[in-house]
C-alpha cells in the first residue's frame, strides 16, 4: 500500500469554479503535512503547510482529518493559472531519525479553462 | 525562487556509464535531500544529508550515492545507469527544526539514458 494516495484526475473546470482535491495517508503517526504545486516540466514549489486547524491562504483551504488520515485542498474562484499538477505531501514521524523524510502522492491535474 | 540551483539542467547517459549530479541549498540551509521523478509520478525520496552525513534512504540499490559538502552543498552519483534511471533529479534543502520539515527544490536536472 503506498504512503500517500491521490486521485490522479485530471480536473477540467471553467473559471471561477470551486474545486477540491482529496488525499489519503497510510502513516497513523505522520506529523507533517503539505500541498505542493507544480507546474508542467518544472520543480514542486509549495503551496501551503497543513495544520490540524485547517488553514487558509487567499482562495485555498487546506483540512487535515487525522482520525480518517485524510488531507483536502479546496480552491476557490478558480483562476487559469491556477492549472498545474498538485501534490500531496507527507513528512511522516521516523523514529530513527527526526529529520525526516516527504511522501509524495503522484499529483492530481488541473486544468482551468477560459 | 527558492535559492536552490542544480547542475547540469539536462544530461544524456549512455546505459553502464557513472553520472554526478550537484545541488547548492538555500543560504541557511543544513539539510540536502534527493528525490527521482519519473514521468506521470510523484517524487520518491532518495536519501537524505545532514552534517555531511546521510541521514535516511530510500529503496534505492547503492550505485546511488551522494556526499555533503560543509558548504551543504550536495552530489549525488548514480554508478552503472539503467534504462529506467531516466527521470527528473530533484535536490530540496531545508533547516531542520522539530516538528517542522518545510524543504524547498531546485529546478532539478533531467536525466535521459538511452
Excluded at chain 1, 82 to 105: E, H, I, K
Excluded at chain 2, 52 to 67: T, V
Excluded at chain 2, 69 to 74: C, E, R
Excluded at chain 2, 86 to 98: E, H, P, R
Aim: aromatic content about 14%.
Amino acid at each position: 500500500r503506498k504512503e500517500v494516495e491521490q486521485d490522479p484526475g485530471p480536473f477540467n473546470v471553467p473559471e471561477g469554479a470551486t474545486v477540491a482535491f482529496n488525499c489519503t495517508y497510510s502513516n497513523s503517526a505522520s506529523q507533517s503535512f503539505f500541498w505542493y504545486r507544480q507546474d508542467c516540466r518544472k520543480e514542486p514549489k509549495l503551496l501551503m503547510s497543513v495544520y490540524s486547524s485547517g488553514n487558509e491562504d487567499g482562495r485555498f483551504t487546506a483540512q487535515l482529518n487525522r482520525a480518517s488520515q485524510y488531507i483536502s485542498l479546496l480552491i476557490r474562484d478558480s483562476k487559469l493559472s491556477d492549472s498545474a499538477t498538485y501534490l500531496c505531501v507527507v513528512n511522516p514521524y521516523d523514529r530513527g531519525s527526526t529529520l525526516g523524510r516527504l511522501y509524495f502522492g503522484r499529483g492530481t491535474q488541473l486544468t482551468v479553462w477560459p | 525562487e527558492t535559492g536552490v540551483t542544480q547542475s547540469p539542467t539536462h544530461l544524456i547517459k549512455t546505459r553502464g556509464q557513472q553520472v554526478t549530479l550537484r545541488c547548492s541549498s538555500q543560504s541557511g540551509h543544513n539539510t540536502v535531500s534527493w528525490y527521482q521523478q519519473a514521468l506521470g509520478q510523484g517524487p520518491q525520496f532518495i536519501f537524505q544529508y545532514y552534517r555531511e552525513e546521510e541521514n535516511g534512504r530510500g529503496n534505492f540499490p547503492p550505485r546511488f550515492s551522494g556526499l555533503q559538502f560543509p558548504n551543504y552543498s550536495s552530489e549525488l552519483n548514480v554508478n552503472a545507469l539503467e534504462l529506467d534511471d531516466s527521470a527528473l533529479y530533484l535536490c530540496a534543502s531545508s533547516f531542520w527544526l522539530a516538528g517542522v520539515n518545510e524543504q524547498f527544490f531546485g529546478p532539478g536536472t533531467r536525466l535521459t539514458v538511452l
